[in-house]
């Protein structure tokens, strides 16, 4: 079992920077790869980076030169910094695990991107 707890979520005006954090606790030793997602208001859930064990990343082309996943394994945490923020990056991010066999998900933080 694998428990994620994120935040820092909030209301940034367009062009602001943002930054999400995402906590694992229970069995993180067998996490392969961390990543964040995004579910606008009735839009499928997308993949907006991920980051695997050894640090090898990967974006959405559409956020790709404005957010930067990482992860720190010492303390367990998997960061999104977003830079450029657009209205259309309003969602709520999800943090992911993803284990041999299992998957695990956060409640959630919402970023809000507006005037």
């Known amino acids: 079992q694998v428990q994620l707890v994120e935040s820092g979520g909030g209301l940034v005006q367009p062009g602001g920077s943002l930054s999400v954090s995402c906590a694992a606790s229970?069995?993180?030793?067998?996490?392969?790869?961390m990543g964040w997602y995004r579910q606008a208001p009735g839009k499928q859930r997308e993949l907006v980076a991920a980051?695997?064990?050894?640090?090898?990343?990967t974006y959405a082309d559409s956020v790709k030169g404005r957010f930067t996943i990482s992860r720190d394994n010492t303390k367990n945490t998997v960061y999104l910094q977003m830079n450029s923020l657009k209205p259309e990056d309003t969602a709520m991010y999800y943090c992911?695990?993803?284990?041999?066999?299992?998957?695990?998900w956060g409640k959630g933080t919402k970023v809000t991107v507006s005037s």
């Open positions: 992911g695990a993803f284990l041999p066999g299992a998957n695990y």
């Open positions: 980051v695997g064990s050894a640090g090898t990343t």
């Open positions: 229970g069995s993180i030793s067998s996490i392969n790869v």
